[in-house]
């Protein structure tokens, strides 16, 4: 069975940084496409960013320039760094893993089949 656990959310003033964390279990991440998306109240899930089976990061949307995603193949987590964070950042933070092949990468979500329950970040201004 596999599994997803993210965590590291939580309140914080604007302008600090978080770490978000998403915890695998039943799966190899660094073989697999995995991805990190957000869902604020009232809006569509948006990529933030991705690991593709082949060691590349990509990113997407209003976080590419003050975010940073990396895995840790020995503990098999993956990472979210965000800095500066502003109150738009407030969201739900969920990875996402897509476990059959896929020669590409995207950032729909329908491109992955086993999601976390995500871990919830508010920022204050």
């Known amino acids: 069975q596999v599994t997803l656990m993210e965590s590291g959310g939580g309140s914080v003033q604007a302008g600090r940084s978080l770490l978000l964390s998403c915890a695998a279990s039943?799966?190899?991440?660094?073989?697999?496409?995995i991805a990190w998306f957000r869902q604020a109240p009232g809006k569509e899930r948006e990529g933030i960013g991705l690991i593709d089976s082949s060691g590349f990061t990509r990113y997407a949307g209003s976080m590419k320039e003050r975010c940073t995603i990396s895995q840790d193949s020995g503990t098999n987590i993956l990472y979210l760094h965000m800095n500066n964070l502003k109150p738009d950042d407030t969201a739900m933070y969920f990875c996402a893993v897509r476990t059959r092949f896929a020669a590409y990468y995207s950032f729909q979500t329908t491109f992955y089949d086993i999601w976390g329950q995500g871990t919830q970040v508010t920022v204050s201004s």
């Open positions: 039943g799966v190899t991440i660094n073989r697999n496409h």
